[in-house]
């Protein structure tokens, strides 16, 4: 059966769109792009999971790339077995479709669903209660063969074994990307503009809040919300129960277009923290590998690499890859893009996390678990306010899986015993933005200790130690000190006091900064560059 929305001419070859590059012309592309319905997916997946409390289905597949080829292909591949199709039963959106539209279309919101011969009345009278379409479109047969009829003519009769065997599999060739040398000289901004580094990071479009985007969406449906769109992960409530799901996803193209191997362990390990800096434990990952033309060699060496960087790392942190998907050929006019294996990531809260119940409050202590940043290689620091967005920005940060799962451990048990208040890791642009994102989000601002920045004259020193983006590190406010200390002793934690919160301004090697203005820089800019 076919349920969910109509077949319209929305999508018809976007699998292949996604393998094809850019140029002039490409808005002659546009129906290729599927239009989709975040209102009808979810009466979709409602009505779909009250079918399956009814044991009456066999088989489910979605319509995705390729639409109704795809699914119905796959399917009777895996049950190696054969299927008839009447196209006269698909639903339509236009009436002028040709068969092979139909069959190609990848409309959203579809599903194709194998059911008990004798349960039709029962699924139709479900899709009905959700208001959505439902069809028998064909049958199973032993045929191991894909008919297609269209008023009672055979149009198509495909063996089943074609596409399940003799699919073509590419072996491309492939050169290992160049290590990038390291930049050993730059100079430093003096200390005494450390108000605009910072206004400068926080406009960057890679840092920026993108609160212009998502507050135009109804991120509350359910009021199953706990922590909404802001920094970091978001944090749902698993309906009727104590249960959350935290969920992220990351990539800094940056290390990656320097070092897929060493970036896209990054984009896992920043994923994985933004997981735990919730309080949830890391489950699983999803990826979505972006890369030029993988017909030469030196993109096909990134995509490569930053698979095995992905391996890597999710072997070492015991993640499983539970889906994915590729978009390879992203250039326009023959640029590519920067490799971009943008990773998704979802956690699990077993019982309710009381801390985002939790309120800030004056002179709460803000500490860094972690060491002091020595490194600015590849950092939006050294790319924006002293390379002025040159090409090389030298290797991203070391990995250092030891750090990044004791620390990372560290931070999981003091949520259990209800020492955080909030929490944020450590990523672009360091301890100060990745701080002040918290915190302007909360309405605050901050003090810091002298003794953080180690009381340095010495410019490099203190640009490193709050803007360097070295790995593993979190940033967490807590109102018990004294506690925190000692469990952070006992577990041979690197622990540095960072300040206390305050509420209208950040105070910084004295000089001050109303929060209205960190404010306006960090939400404002990004409707700014996109209207340039």
Not at 49 to 76: H, K, P, R, W, Y
Not at 77 to 96: F, H, M, W
Not at 154 to 173: F, G, H
Not at 494 to 508: E, H, P, R, S
């Amino acid at each position: 059966i076919y349920v969910g929305a109509k077949t319209g001419k929305d999508g018809i070859h976007g699998a292949t769109m996604a393998s094809a590059e850019f140029d002039n012309n490409s808005k002659q592309k546009k129906p290729t792009v599927q239009v989709g319905d975040p209102f009808t997916e979810k009466l979709v997946m409602e009505a779909c999971l009250e079918l399956m409390q009814t044991n009456t289905i066999v088989a489910i597949q979605d319509m995705g790339a390729a639409g109704l080829t795809c699914s119905s292909f796959e399917m009777a591949a895996k049950g190696k077995c054969g299927i008839e199709l009447n196209i006269n039963k698909i639903p339509l959106r236009e009436i002028d479709m040709t068969p092979y539209e139909i069959m190609l279309s990848e409309s959203q919101e579809r599903m194709l669903i194998i059911l008990k011969k004798g349960s039709e009345k029962k699924a139709k009278k479900i899709f009905d209660k959700w208001d959505l379409d439902m069809s028998v479109i064909g049958k199973i047969t032993n045929s191991k063969k894909m008919i297609i009829k269209k008023d009672n003519s055979i149009i198509a009769n495909i063996p089943i074994a074609l596409t399940e065997k003799n699919t073509p599999e590419y072996k491309r060739p492939w050169v290992k990307p160049k290590k990038v040398k390291s930049i050993k000289k730059f100079v430093f901004p003096k200390k005494s503009k450390i108000k605009e580094v910072i206004f400068e990071l926080l406009k960057s479009p890679n840092i920026t809040s993108k609160k212009w985007i998502w507050e135009q969406y109804d991120h509350m449906v359910m009021c199953d919300t706990i922590k909404p769109p802001s920094y970091g992960a978001a944090v749902i409530r698993v309906h009727g129960t104590k249960k959350s799901l935290a969920m992220t996803t990351d990539c800094n193209s940056n290390y990656c277009k320097h070092d897929p191997f060493i970036g896209t362990i990054h984009a896992v390990s920043e994923a994985r923290r933004n997981i735990i800096s919730t309080g949830a434990t890391p489950l699983a990952i999803t990826n979505n590998l972006n890369f030029g033309n993988p017909e030469n060699k030196k993109i096909m060496g990134q995509f490569v690499m930053s698979v095995k960087g992905m391996i890597n790392s999710c072997k070492k942190y015991s993640l499983p890859v539970i889906s994915g998907n590729v978009s390879l050929y992203n250039e326009t006019n023959k640029s590519g893009i920067s490799p971009t294996p943008v990773i998704g990531m979802v956690g699990l809260i077993k019982n309710e996390n009381h801390s985002y119940k939790n309120s800030l409050k004056e002179n709460d202590k803000i500490f860094l678990i972690g060491k002091k940043s020595n490194n600015i290689s590849c950092s939006t620091f050294l790319e924006k306010v002293i390379l002025k967005n040159q090409n090389n920005l030298g290797p991203p940060p070391p990995i250092n899986y030891n750090e990044e799962i004791k620390n990372g451990n560290f931070i999981l048990n003091l949520f259990k015993n209800n020492l955080i208040k909030f929490c944020n890791d450590v990523s672009s642009g360091g301890v100060i933005i990745s701080m002040l994102k918290m915190l302007i989000n909360k309405q605050f601002g901050a003090e810091i200790e002298e003794s953080f920045i180690n009381n340095s004259m010495n410019d490099q020193i203190f640009y490193k130690i709050l803007f360097g983006e070295d790995v593993g590190k979190y940033i967490i406010i807590t109102s018990n000190e004294d506690r925190l200390k000692i469990i952070a002793e006992k577990n041979n934690i690197n622990l540095f006091k960072i300040g206390i919160t305050k509420k209208n301004y950040l105070n910084i090697n004295n000089q001050i900064i109303k929060l209205d203005e960190l404010k306006n820089k960090f939400e404002n800019n990004f409707f700014n560059y996109i209207n340039k």
